[in-house]
């Protein structure tokens, strides 16, 4: 019975760690991209990777409190795993995802890209990530900056 509890306990704890940032996650690029123009805002992804320290820290000091109040309801924001999986393209087709990382040059996690509804990068993007001290604000710079917010 020992046992058992042991891997029920292994398993919740695995689930919870998938689960823990609470931040929305896509493997569909295309689906991503059409939710945002409806809408009208712009599409932000947050490419990670798993084991990665930076994105743990970024998601601890910043970002899951953030998407939990509601404060990045201004863009329709994201998680993309920089992992061994195929995703969904801006045109529907299958691509893995390194070669997605490799498309748009992101070399390090965490990495924030700002997106348009074709996957054109429509403002400078975050590489990343070393304490919360002013990335909130290039954040929303990056979200104003691709003009389909307006700060006021």
């Known amino acids: 019975m020992g046992i058992k509890l042991l891997?029920?306990?292994?398993?919740?704890?695995?689930?919870?760690?998938?689960?823990?940032?609470?931040?929305?996650?896509?493997?569909?690029?295309?689906q991503s991209a059409m939710e945002a123009k409806s809408g009208s805002k712009v599409l932000v992804v947050y490419v990670t990777m798993?084991?990665?320290?930076?994105?743990?820290?970024?998601?601890?000091?910043?970002?899951?409190?953030?998407?939990?109040?509601?404060?990045?309801?201004?863009?329709?924001f994201v998680e993309l795993e920089w992992a061994d999986q195929q995703i969904k393209d801006f045109d529907g087709s299958k691509v893995s995802a390194a070669s997605f990382m490799e498309q748009y040059g992101v070399v390090v996690t965490p990495t924030v890209l700002f997106l348009g509804s074709s996957g054109e990068e429509l403002s400078e993007r975050l590489v990343g990530y070393q304490s919360a001290d002013f990335y909130w604000q290039y954040l929303l710079e990056g979200i104003e900056q691709a003009g389909l917010w307006d700060a006021d």
Do not use: Q
């Open 50 to 76: 798993e084991g990665c320290p930076y994105c743990a820290k970024l998601e601890a000091d910043l970002l899951t409190a953030a998407y939990g109040k509601g404060d990045l309801d201004i863009a329709h």
């Open 7 to 30: 891997a029920g306990m292994l398993t919740a704890l695995l689930v919870f760690e998938a689960f823990a940032s609470g931040l929305p996650k896509t493997t569909d690029l295309r």
